[in-house]
């Protein structure tokens, strides 16, 4: 390649995953201060399913993997080398020939092959959901592979246990699904086996503990995706992972299987991937679990790019849409200096806590004027579609959704089904919108020092905003803006009163 092509994709990135279940190549741009995904490409190689009892590699096994890294190496030609990175996890830890298949990927791909370690893919996938995803306070996170899966509790960007345990979704259906039936015998089997593996290291993390719990894997996306095709919320717990169990049972054969919401390129380690993590629920005694954003690839990826590393996630986010949509930045501090100060007058009689909703608030203010790149007139639901549709590192689903609804409904007419559709989180987002309205029209001047003290005080549902006395007869634009965000929130059964003091 021409050295003037290669440096105009020095920004560019390439991570290769080759695990025990899926090959993987991750394509990032550094862009805005954040990484941009340009390319996946994602096989079904089941690399695992190749190892026999003397953990010898079938040829088949490899064939099948040389076949997708000759489709890999085609993008790679454009990417410097020194922007590049293959590493490969559990199966070829185990292979005992994997020398033979490891020669030939590297001719394929022109590109060394690394073989990491069970404690540095831990320690990597940490680093991958520490970088894409929202934190408070020390985490567990949990990445169920193809043949390995890994635990660590880490705190910020800090792995402190990590452990890498010989039990996978892929090595798992071979030995306890291999018939191909659903049965409650073969899930007590594999979920038995798997609470063995577990057994060394379960009091030692019970007794370090852990705030909060995500998964890093496929098993825990596709789990998700079939609690939200029954209507249920995203959280994982151990009754609905038993009631998804007794659910596959139903179909008799993992053929047969087609719970609603199971991609069908899952479905075939599915019960197995179930079953383990079965067993981390029980024997780690995990309450609920989210979806990590990122895991061993990210992991990879931020790793290469030095600038990104150890920053605040959620600034690093909101930083990235103002300098890529030209927001006003000075506007959207002055509308989050007015939302922050009118939580903390209401903390005592509407918030438990203001932490969070201080730090939605101030997300919400900084981005709301995203979609002014677009056109005036809509502006609030062009800035909901692009941060809906955009990957947010630092916010997790259900604090995404929030941001959506916030920036949303932040002017105008107020879209009661949206708020709906929150469901638990409902109340809290109610709240949040009304303050960020009042912050956004009392900002319209766009400038420093034009405000006076103003008060806010609530009454169960109703809202006072009170004003010195003479001055909304001296801003009869603000006081007309305000009088018709009354006539707004009225409509939608929300009580807003402007007095005086």
Aim: net charge neutral.
């Amino acid at each position: 390649m021409a050295v003037a092509a290669l440096h105009q994709h020095q920004n560019i990135y390439a991570v290769i995953d080759l695990g025990s279940n899926s090959f993987h190549m991750l394509i990032a741009k550094s862009v805005a201060g954040d990484l941009q995904t340009i390319g996946r490409v994602k096989r079904k190689v089941r690399l695992a399913a190749g190892l026999d009892n003397n953990n010898t590699l079938s040829i088949e096994a490899m064939q099948r993997g040389w076949e997708c890294l000759y489709l890999f190496a085609e993008r790679l030609q454009d990417i410097p080398a020194k922007n590049i990175r293959i590493v490969a996890t559990a199966t070829l830890r185990l292979a005992v020939n994997a020398k033979q298949f490891i020669d030939k990927a590297q001719k394929i791909l022109s590109h060394k092959l690394e073989v990491i370690s069970g404690e540095l893919e831990a320690k990597t996938i940490y680093k991958g959901v520490a970088h894409t995803s929202a934190f408070c306070g020390r985490q567990l996170v949990v990445d169920i592979g193809g043949a390995s899966t890994e635990v660590i509790i880490g705190d910020a960007f800090e792995p402190l246990n990590y452990k890498s345990l010989n039990m996978g979704c892929v090595t798992y259906l071979e030995k306890y699904f291999k018939d191909g039936k659903l049965t409650l015998d073969n899930f007590d089997l594999a979920t038995a086996a798997a609470h063995q593996m577990i057994a060394p290291i379960k009091d030692i993390y019970i007794n370090v503990g852990w705030k909060s719990a995500s998964g890093a894997s496929g098993t825990v996306q596709a789990i998700q995706e079939i609690m939200l095709a029954q209507g249920l919320d995203e959280n994982l717990t151990l009754n609905k992972l038993n009631s998804i169990k007794k659910q596959a049972v139903l179909y008799k054969t993992i053929e047969q299987l087609a719970l609603p919401g199971l991609v069908e390129d899952r479905r075939l380690v599915f019960v197995s991937g179930l079953s383990i993590l079965i067993a981390l629920f029980e024997s780690l005694e995990i309450d609920t679990m989210g979806l990590a954003g990122g895991a061993l690839r990210e992991g990879v990826l931020y790793s290469m790019v030095k600038e990104l590393q150890n920053h605040d996630i959620r600034k690093r986010t909101i930083d990235s849409f103002i300098e890529r949509y030209h927001v006003d930045q000075s506007q959207g501090q002055r509308v989050s200096d007015l939302a922050v100060s009118f939580a903390q007058q209401l903390e005592s009689r509407w918030f438990d806590k203001t932490d969070d909703s201080i730090a939605m608030l101030n997300a919400a203010s900084l981005l709301h004027e995203v979609g002014l790149l677009i056109e005036y007139k809509q502006y609030q639901k062009h800035t909901a579609y692009i941060l809906k549709n955009t990957l947010m590192p630092g916010f997790n689903q259900t604090q995404q959704k929030l941001l959506v609804a916030l920036v949303s409904e932040h002017r105008a007419d107020i879209d009661s089904e949206q708020l709906s559709s929150l469901g638990v989180n409902k109340a809290h987002a109610e709240k949040l919108i009304r303050i960020l309205r009042l912050s956004v029209i009392l900002a319209m001047r766009r400038k420093n020092d034009v405000l006076p003290l103003i008060k806010l005080k609530s009454e169960n549902n109703a809202l006072y905003i009170l004003f010195p006395k003479t001055w909304l007869d001296q801003h009869p634009l603000m006081r007309t803006e305000l009088e018709q965000e009354v006539y707004y929130q009225k409509k939608v059964d929300w009580k807003l009163v402007i007095n005086t003091i």
